[in-house]
């Protein structure tokens, strides 16, 4: 077997490979920018778009590719090895600004629980958590339907106000100070208090607030799990880069080889004929 067929068979694996994580990133880019955190973030469209993009353009990788080494044009061939090599270092400065974007989560965090004026995404999170809500549930603005056996008797939980047609959740309050705030927010908000059984993000807080105050008292508040979500949450893209780049680096590499190889057979084939 020549060096041709060797780097043919592995510019084959390269487009399959990429296609692959065409598919694969197309489906996690289409999950996460339907999952909580992207919704309330204002991310959805962002990680819609850029999914939307990457499939399209590995797809017309893909294409040259095939036509390339399928119809042996070694000009599709060069413009594949171009396309991917970059793209390849596309990828690792998108690496470095995702590096950038976590810390920018966690310093706006650490700014807000600082005293500082939060930023973005923390912003918006403060703003559905109003100085003034602890002093509106299960008070005189706002009547609970809550099960004070949740509550211990010390702290003024003895002083709520509890009916039967009373609101389990600030959002059912009347008048409620968090309104103004966009739906997204709060439903982001309740599912990291049914998630983590935080409420607040800096301090914990009396009793949960956009999800059903009968679970009783937050254990904690929310920023140190909401924190190693982000993480996570990061670590997942990290993962998907560097895959990505690896791949194209691959096809890049395979087929530049193809060519120069198919160069030399073609010398070392007119040699012989003389």
Same mark, same amino acid.
């Given at each position: ?188 908000? %309740? ?9 607040? /993000?800096?301090? @914990?807080? !009396?009793? *949960?607030?956009?999800?059903? #105050?009968?679970? %009783? ?9 909401? /924190?190693?979500? @982000?993480? !996570?949450? *990061?670590?997942?893209?990290? #993962? ?35």
């Amino acid at each position: 077997m020549n060096c041709k067929s060797v780097l043919k068979f592995l510019i084959y694996s390269s487009i399959g490979l990429i296609l692959a994580i065409a598919i694969v990133l197309e489906i996690i880019f289409i999950t996460l920018a339907n999952g909580k955190f992207a919704k309330a973030s204002d991310n959805r469209t962002w990680l819609i778009g850029v999914g939307t993009t990457f499939f399209a353009l590995f797809l017309v990788i893909v294409i040259l590719g095939l036509c390339g080494i399928c119809r042996r044009h070694t000009v599709y061939l060069i413009i594949y090895a171009a396309i991917t090599a970059i793209i390849f270092i596309g990828l690792w400065i998108a690496f470095s600004y995702l590096k950038k974007g976590k810390q920018n989560i966690r310093d706006d965090f650490n700014d807000y629980c600082a005293g500082e004026s939060p930023h973005n995404f923390i912003d918006k999170l403060a703003r559905a958590y109003p100085e003034n809500i602890e002093t509106y549930f299960c008070s005189n603005a706002c009547v609970c339907k809550a099960d004070k056996g949740n509550f211990p008797t010390a702290g003024g939980y003895d002083d709520m106000r509890v009916d039967d047609v009373g609101a389990s959740t600030v959002v059912n309050c009347p008048d409620n100070p968090v309104k103004n705030v966009k739906t997204t927010i709060l439903s982001f908000i %309740g599912w990291m208090e049914d998630k983590w059984s935080c409420s607040g /993000l800096c301090r @914990v807080h !009396k009793y *949960y607030y956009y999800s059903d #105050v009968n679970k %009783g008292q937050p254990v904690k508040a929310c920023k140190g799990d909401m /924190l190693d979500y @982000v993480d !996570k949450w *990061y670590i997942g893209a990290y #993962v998907l880069v560097i895959i990505s780049a690896i791949f194209t680096f691959f096809g890049s590499i395979s087929s530049l080889l193809y060519i120069c190889c198919g160069g030399k057979e073609e010398e070392k084939y007119a040699k012989v004929q003389r």
